[in-house]
């Protein structure tokens, strides 16, 4: 990683290296490819939606690949800004404005863009796998603002057809605190799970392999820069779905998975009691038909264009839940510790 105020062309700019996936996607970095120069820049040092300031990062640091993982992702509070402009505006400056302005920068520079998006561009039900092709209905503001973000590479893409882009559209991320799997053990430990829609179907997918896309394509875009007959097949730029490889699964069997997982760790951890509560909560989970409104129904995410062009380095989605299973347990045990309550006091 080099330094923000640092003058040195640099292999990528990560944007919005402060969120979840920005900092799961710098680990990566760090981790599977060290000798890569990565700027990453959080949004105090880069405004992705200020004209100016891409500009000043461009001629700065002159990056061949554009990692973007700046956004506004709080879905209930865009859909409370559609009734306030200056709200609006927000989220549309980060969702809509930053894709538009990164695009023209890349095209300008040669760079290539690596972008995220999301199954909210679609909403209704149906059981259907959406593919690339379907045509997008976005759900509510957020992803109203997400599918423009999608528009503008498209259409900066059309003026300029050498601009190198990759949109991928994630969803039901996990894998850092506050996603689903933290909601879920946290409102069963607290005795307050009692519903999960169960007509609300996709598969989850972790921030780690989210970032292991990002690291591979970006590899693959440097390799194939000014190369006429690569080895490396390129990916023709567009818009790709990505989730790890499982069965569609909907939130209630999800949120029961995760329960059953956090109820055998306990209890190899000796934690008889936390560990009957969700074994108990697991059992009593009553399924519901639409009670958030929020949320679009059918997120199956048809990964087929992705697949049949490269292999992501990831395990099945099961395999990264039970991950975040862990990572939620070890947090928190390690809280109660401190508090001198743990569940050991209990047994003891
Ligand atoms: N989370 C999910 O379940 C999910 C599912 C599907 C797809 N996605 C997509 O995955 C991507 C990453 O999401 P995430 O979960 O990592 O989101 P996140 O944790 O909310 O991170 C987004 C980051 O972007 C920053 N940001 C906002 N506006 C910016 C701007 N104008 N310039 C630079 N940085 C800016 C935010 O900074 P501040 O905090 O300072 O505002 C924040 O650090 C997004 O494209 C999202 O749509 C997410």
């Known amino acids: 990683m080099i330094d923000a105020n640092e003058?040195?062309?640099?292999?990528?700019l990560l944007t919005g290296a402060n969120g979840r996936l920005g900092e799961a996607?710098?680990?990566?970095?760090?981790?599977?490819?060290?000798?890569?120069?990565?700027?990453?820049?959080g949004r105090s040092l880069l405004d992705a939606a200020e004209q100016e300031a891409v500009h000043e990062a461009f001629s700065r640091l002159a990056p061949r690949v554009v990692v973007n993982a700046a956004a506004f992702t709080d879905v209930a509070a865009a859909q409370a800004a559609a009734r306030n402009s200056a709200a609006l505006d927000v989220v549309m400056r980060a969702n809509a404005r930053a894709p538009e302005v990164l695009a023209q920068a890349c095209a300008a520079h040669?760079?290539?863009?690596?972008?995220f998006s999301t199954d909210y561009v679609f909403s209704g039900g149906g059981s259907r796998m959406r593919t690339e092709v379907e045509k997008p209905r976005p759900f509510g503001v957020y992803g109203r603002s997400k599918r423009a973000g999608e528009a503008a590479l498209e259409h900066v893409g059309r003026q300029n057809p050498t601009f190198r882009y990759l949109i991928f559209r994630l969803s039901w991320l996990h894998g850092a605190p506050g996603d689903f799997v933290s909601k879920v053990l946290d409102a069963a430990l607290a005795g307050r799970l009692s519903r999960m829609r169960n007509d609300q179907w996709g598969r989850p997918t972790s921030?780690?392999?989210?970032a292991k896309l990002a690291v591979q394509t970006t590899q693959r875009e440097l390799m194939n820069e000014g190369a006429q007959n690569s080895l490396h097949v390129t990916i023709p730029r567009g818009i790709y779905h990505f989730a790890e490889p499982g069965p569609v699964v909907n939130r209630l069997r999800l949120a029961k998975l995760i329960l059953g997982m956090g109820a055998v760790k306990l209890a190899e951890r000796g934690c008889l009691f936390e560990s009957e509560m969700l074994r108990r909560a697991g059992e009593s989970l009553q399924g519901c038909r639409m009670h958030d409104r929020a949320r679009p129904a059918n997120c199956r995410l048809n990964c087929g264009k992705l697949s049949g062009l490269m292999a992501i380095d990831c395990f099945s989605w099961n395999y990264y839940v039970d991950k975040s299973v862990e990572n939620f347990l070890?947090?928190?045990?390690?809280?109660m510790e401190e508090a001198s309550d743990t569940c050991l006091d209990k047994e003891n």
């Open 207 to 210: 921030y780690e392999s989210a």
């Open 25 to 41: 996607v710098a680990r990566e970095f760090a981790h599977t490819a060290p000798t890569l120069r990565v700027a990453a820049l």
């Open 7 to 12: 003058r040195m062309s640099v292999d990528v």
């Open 110 to 115: 040669g760079a290539s863009l690596i972008h």
């Open 330 to 335: 070890q947090s928190r045990l390690l809280g």
